[in-house]
Nanobody
Framework: QVQLAESGGGSVQAGGSLRLSCAASGRILSINVMAWYRQGPGKQRELVGSITRGGTTNYADSVKGRFTISRDNAKNTVSLQMNSLNPDATAVYSC?????????WGQGTQVTVSS
């Protein structure tokens, strides 16, 4: 069974950094787009950024220049490096990927940024 699992969440003070990782497991031939979403308290889920298999990235305006997405196609992993974090980044961050035509989600990992 194909699964996505995030790691690396936690608490950090404003201005700090965190790195999230997501690993896809199971019988996987290839993964096209991998993405990170987040849902803050009382907010709708929003796209943070995405990366294609070829490495083309796309970011939400609110994180451009501070967050970086990368992936390792051989390991079926995607990472999110988050710098200069502010309290607005507090949210549950979830990994998303289209694998064999099926959209899959990880369980999510909490990121809390204190002022």
């Amino acid at each position: 069974q194909v699964q996505l699992a995030e790691s690396g969440g936690g608490s950090v003070q404003a201005g700090g950094s965190l790195r999230l990782s997501c690993a896809a497991s199971g019988r996987i031939l290839s993964i096209n787009v991998m993405a990170w979403y987040r849902q803050g308290p009382g907010k709708q889920r929003e796209l943070v950024g995405s990366i294609t298999r070829g490495g083309t990235t796309n970011y939400a305006d609110s994180v451009k220049g501070r967050f970086t997405i990368s992936r390792d196609n051989a390991k079926n992993t995607v990472s999110l490096q988050m710098n200069s974090l502010n309290p607005d980044a507090t949210a549950v961050y979830s990994c998303h990927a289209a694998i064999h035509g099926v959209f899959r989600w990880g369980q999510g990992t909490q990121v809390t940024v204190s002022s």
